[in-house]
Every structure is written in structure tokens, then in C-alpha cells.
């Protein structure tokens, strides 16, 4: 199974040990479309337009997450609506580039923004839409509205078009799709990031689109209410055992396990170790924001993430 040839920047970045690594900054790689850069070919009829790892932009327009597709003998699966229509559009724009099959299904990984105010665009062309009921409900009722109040202030014209629509169908533990040849299994995994996380599993080329159960480049924001020790279970308990050979995290290159693994729970034991440590020395909510983090200053997002991080591991770990 090899990687596109449009993947060999990313086939260097892998090659440097993960602790060294620094991901892109660069504003815009495609100025001719909305898209933050180009899809590349993951696998044999598996795509992804990867997004910034950096927080939204107007330079970006809010594609800083990754919009991948499925393209099979009988259609074409979208994985996350996109942050807005115009994004949407663009990747519609890309998938024509690529085949003549029609886009059958939107699957959107979790409830946040920028993998749902993009269904605005879909089901305006007929499209269904596939979510977990956890997310579906998550956007509904506070990443929409405070997603596209995000999205306006910082996208400006690009904006344009996007309203609230949610997803047309949910599930609850998994949805198992045939499209054409290609088996395509909707997973919820279990309890990670955010309410609903969802991934997508193709057993026929091993390859796992995670969502954001999963990170390469960036710093895993961690949410109050998210729970980390779950997050660390579910990802060495069921999704570790599918034995993927390629992943595409949420945010950040396609690569392997080891790598994911290295960038996301590694991440997260460390922080809870670290702040396991400052609570036994008697530490407050004030300090714990500046628990040494430095070995993961090469992540992207660091700069935004670290202390909030810490301070909501304190919290979720004060009372443990």
C-alpha cells in the first residue's frame, strides 16, 4: 500500500522522530480554492484535503481539519461536512476532479463546527447525512450555534451560505455501509475526545479514518468534560486491536500507529502523570497550568493548548 506521490513532504515529516517534528504553518497551500490544500491520495479510492494545524483563519477559512472521501464502485462517501458551505463546495469541487461517481453519503466524526456547518452545502444537493446520535445532539444544541457565530467572525465572505442543518440519520454504536466492493464500518469506539466521536473503518485496505480520537501534528485540545482516562481505554482497547495500517487523524498527516499513538496517548498519560505529581506536592489550580510540557512544544497548536490543557486535567483529576 503506498501513499500518493503529492504525500512525499509528509513521507519526509515522518521520517524525523516525532519529538523533532514541526508541523506546516503555512497560511494557504492551495490560494485557488477555499481549501486549505489539496486532497491526496491515502490508499487505492481514499482521499483527504488535510487540513491546517493551526486554529482557524480568515487564510485558512476554517479548514483546519481533515476532509477525506471514499471513492467506491457505487458512489462516493464524504467523511466531515466541512466548517462552512463555500468548504463543502470546494470539496465537492475536488472529489469531480477525481471520479464521475456521485456523492452518496456525508459521515460526520464528530458534533463540532468544522465537521458539521458544512451539511448546510450537502443536503442542499440531496445528500444524506450519518452521524452518532451523541454528536447529532452536541451540534444541535452548542457547537452549531457557537460554530457558525465562530466561523462569521473570522471567515468573513467565505461564511456565506452556511446555516445550521443537522445530520439526516444517526446511529448509536456502529452503521455498516456496502458501497459498491468497498465495506465501509461507522464506528463509535467508545467514550474519547468529544460527545460522539466517530470513525471510519475500511477492513479491505486497513485504513481508518479516526476523527479526532486521533492526532499526528497537533496538540490534543482536551475539553472540560472530556475524559482522559476513557480517551486512553478506548483508543488501546478497541481501537488499537482493528490493526490499521494507515490512519487519518483528525488533525495532521495520515501516517501509522506508532506515530498516532506517540502524538496523542503518550500525550495525554504524560500530562496526567504530570499533574499527578504537582497534586501529591500539595499544588493548586494556579500553578498547574505551568506543569512542564516542554517535550511536546514541537506540536503544533502548543502555544494555544498546553496551559488550558493542564488546567483542565487538574480538574478532572482533583477529585479522582
Known sequence: MRFDTRLIATATLLA???????????????????????????????????????PPTYENAGHNNNLSFIVTSDG????????????????????????????????????????????????????????????????IDTEGPRGLEALKSYALENAEGTTIVEPTETFTDRKDIQMGDTRIEVLNLGPAHSPGDTQVWLPGSK???????????????I????????????????????????????????????????????YLKDLRAKIAE??????????????????WEWMDTFEELATKNAGVVFSEMEFE
Request: with cysteine.
Open 16 to 54: 524525523v522522530p516525532a519529538t523533532l517534528a514541526k508541523a506546516d504553518d503555512t497560511p494557504d497551500k492551495y490560494p485557488d480554492s477555499v481549501l486549505y490544500d489539496a486532497p491526496i491520495k491515502v490508499a487505492e479510492g481514499v482521499y483527504s484535503a488535510i487540513g491546517a494545524t493551526q
Open 207 to 221: 485504513v481508518l479514518i479516526a476523527g479526532d480520537i486521533a492526532f499526528s501534528e497537533r496538540m490534543p485540545p
Open 223 to 266: 475539553f472540560e468534560g472530556t475524559c482522559i482516562l476513557c480517551w486512553i481505554e478506548t483508543f488501546e482497547t478497541a481501537l488499537e486491536p482493528l490493526g490499521a495500517e494507515i490512519i487519518v487523524p483528525g488533525h495532521g498527516a495520515p501516517t501509522d500507529l506508532a506515530t498516532i499513538r506517540h502524538a496523542t496517548i503518550d
Open 278 to 295: 504537582h497534586l501529591d506536592n500539595g499544588g493548586d489550580l494556579s500553578q498547574a497550568y505551568y506543569v512542564d510540557q516542554s517535550q
Open 76 to 139: 462516493v462517501a464524504v467523511i466531515n461536512g466541512g466548517a462552512s458551505w463555500k468548504l463543502a463546495e470546494a470539496l465537492h469541487d475536488e472529489i469531480g476532479k477525481i471520479t464521475d461517481q456521485p456523492v452518496k453519503l456525508v459521515i460526520n466524526e464528530n458534533g463540532q463546527g468544522h465537521s458539521m456547518l458544512g451539511n448546510s452545502y450537502w443536503t442542499a444537493q440531496g445528500v444524506p447525512i450519518l452521524a452518532h446520535e451523541e454528536a447529532a445532539a452536541d451540534f
